[in-house]
């Protein structure tokens, strides 16, 4: 079996926009989805994510570059003939049929036998945990269950990739995040490639063996969920996966990966740069802290301390946020579980403190 189960190499995609201009929504994209793992697409509407699934489901066809499939190239391969099917955000489950029925509808149209047909669509249904369901309608179901008969119905054809648009969409946010672990243990389960397209950063850090970052048509970066997380490569990329402080300031020196700076209102600060990341005396870059990774509790050692006041406080159970103000009007957002068996906060509005942060949680950013 080839390493990789899908390979965009070098692939563009443009479309007429409704001035008669050329508008790129994929641009030069070079990916290499592995076998067996499961593959998020990431970014905001408009970022080419969708465009991408839909190229690789043979919906669209490449301006120019090719798709792979298991080594095999796609070309012009219509959409019925590629070994991948796709799940909707609108399962599109016909109301007229019963469960049963939805899921065998493919193999059926293929003039599979009617025994066997139903044979797997009973083992189908039994993989996503709807056993017994196979005489009730669609109208029956919970948005979860009709969910899962959409992932049934992909799944009886036994495709080599199975490709997922926003499926979560139309779930609320508790089921939502039910079902992210369902679709993790599904796809443990039946080992085969999913490629999954999501705006939900949360969503896509959750169930993604790695994660690919999109933005105006283009990978700005691809990785395990831990990597795009604690070593972001851009500003976009901290800024779009999950909440963190950026903070201007000046290059001083640098020794190897340790970056010396200083920031806004003279605090001096000590940094991490990427690995054969080269910056130079004199310039500015962003230097990004996550809140969690701070804290106005005192530990011994760190790197960077920052006299501050606090200006907001915020309680939500199992953390409080604050926000604490330092010198030169830069603000810092903090974030300290709240593990005093009394809850009590730390420090209140107009208090007082020390910001605390290490090296390795202040990261150098040069773009």
Known sequence: MPEFAVELRNVSKRFPGPSGEIVTAVNDVTMQIRDGEFFSMLGPSGCGKTTSLRMIAGFELPTAGEIYIHDRPMGHTPPYKRPVNTVFQNYALFPHMTIGQNVGFGLEMQGVDPKEIKRRSSEALEMVRLAGYEKRMARQLSGGQQQRVALARALVNHPEVLLLDEPLGALDLKLRKEMQLELKRL???????????????????????RVAVMSAGNVLQMGAASEIYEKPNCRFVADFIGETNFLDGVVKAQTGRDVDLELAGGLPCRATADEG???????????????????????????????????????????????????????????????????????????AVKVYCDEVSARVLTE
Do not use: C
């Open 187 to 209: 796809q443990r389960e039946v080992g085969i490639t999913f490629v999954f397209v999501t705006h939900d950063q949360e969503e896509a850090l959750t169930m993604s063996d």
């Open 277 to 351: 990341s080269q910056v130079v005396p004199g310039q500015k870059v962003t230097v990004t802290m996550r809140p969690e990774k701070l804290g106005i509790r005192p530990w011994q050692g760190a790197d960077n301390i920052y006299d501050g006041r606090v200006e907001e406080v915020v309680y939500i159970g199992t953390d409080t946020h604050y926000t604490v103000v330092l010198a030169g009007d830069q603000r810092l957002r903090v974030r300290e579980q709240n593990d005093d068996p009394y809850s009590r906060p730390l420090a209140g509005i107009g208090d």
